[in-house]
């Protein structure tokens, strides 16, 4: 039996996110299918990340085993060929037998886009959150720099999710005006259900003035999510990249 | 009764393109169906340019006549309320009585967009060409060049298309790279039913070497739409603006 590891990138607009569900269709289930066909066995994958519905990724990782004797480097064209064209094989490779997508994962980079015209745009509609508001991106990326470093992060975890340990590492974070979309990036060791677009919308607050630099520390200290702001809409969210 | 004059751009992805079908959706039977509730009667909009299924727009121009009392500077805001998000109105004026938005235009800027990256990306697939054969932009953009001018088109209109006089002027065109995007814009007086994308197929031809700059001179000037390359497929097609 040989371990594959691909990196997939999808739209996820059309998909209840990529963890298989029985009644939805999911990314994976989409790609087990499909995988099936080309190594004529079921597929189950590992997948290094949830992705909600309508949440994308460029750098989606999932491994599977397989006893099957096709060319590992002809595997992202046979999947093209089979695949919706909402998601994509970009690359596949022969890894460790042990190797595992989510638990070999030692970091991962989120990408958030806002889009900020003052009319919207129908091509983003699906890729970035619109708002016209203005916002002081120099103070947004201000607060984003909070975040960096290790942090007890229940005020932006969702709520009456898991309880799991809530404390993560943030390697890097920064927001940045790119024309008229601003790009926040988090770079971290782990992320807790729906942390980076509840991060999102508390950063939209001190954006726009509501509440202050200040304010985003207490929220983030006293660790209650009844303090901080809404959750950020999932089609401006990208899994970019998750390094091992 | 005033004749109002809107912009509109939209995703042509889901529909049949612009001009009302019997039986098939399109821009324009959504558009006047959505006005019409906004005005509180029917609504025939006269668009400036056809653009087919698949095809996208930036900057569609179509007026009305309404005896309405909307103010004028609402309408974008009503037409989001009730629009689906593929389509958007960017703005609306009020124009003289014999503003006509078809007749009166004196000139049109389309873009064709080439994706050139080695791996499909699932983000592009509605709105570029995927082409992963070398292609020699500089050549592409001399042919190009080629088509500046007033020129009979007949080796460049659709095959069966109504016989039309077949010259058409072309104010400017350029092809260039953008990252891992070209770009061909063609700025005329107007355009022949698939003309854009017959030149596009073409010019493909060219940047592959399947074809020489002295070859397309050839074809242009004998006027045979067989000599031609294929129609470039709808989804790279934009209409950028309209010039009165």
């Known amino acids: 039996m040989k371990n594959l590891k691909l990196i997939l990138a999808y739209d996820g607009t059309a998909y209840h996110g990529f963890q298989r569900q029985a009644n939805a269709l999911t990314v994976q289930q989409v790609v087990e299918e499909r995988l099936a066909r080309i190594f004529g066995h079921k597929i189950t994958l590992t997948g290094a990340a949830r992705t909600d519905a309508g949440v994308h990724a460029y750098g989606q990782v999932v491994n599977f085993y397989t006893g099957g004797s096709i060319p590992v480097e002809r595997i992202p064209a046979a999947a093209q060929g089979l695949l919706p064209r909402d998601i994509v094989v970009c690359s596949a490779e022969e890894v460790d037998a042990d190797f595992h997508a989510r638990y070999n994962a030692k970091s991962k980079i989120y990408q958030y886009k ?112 009844n303090a901080a702001g809404m959750t950020a809409p999932p089609q401006g969210l990208f899994l970019q990249r998750i390094f091992y």
Not at 116 to 132: C, E, K, S
Not at 151 to 162: L, M, Y
Not at 170 to 195: K, P, Q, V
Not at 198 to 221: E, H, M, P, Q, S
Request: aromatic residues 10%; neutral net charge; proline residues 4%.
């Open 114 to 225: 806002i889009y900020t015209g003052p009319i919207a745009d129908p091509f983003l509609r699906n890729y970035a959150w619109h708002i016209t508001r203005p916002l002081c991106v120099d103070t947004m990326d201000r607060v984003v720099s909070q975040v960096k470093g290790t942090h007890d992060f229940s005020a932006f975890r969702a709520a009456g999710s898991a309880p799991v340990n809530p404390v993560r590492t943030i390697l890097d974070a920064a927001c940045r005006n790119n024309g008229s979309m601003i790009e926040i990036m988090f770079w971290g060791t782990g992320f807790l259900y729906h942390m980076v677009r509840n991060l999102v919308g508390t950063l939209i607050d001190v954006g726009t003035g509501k509440i202050t630099v200040d304010d985003f520390a207490a929220i983030l200290a006293a660790k209650d999510r």
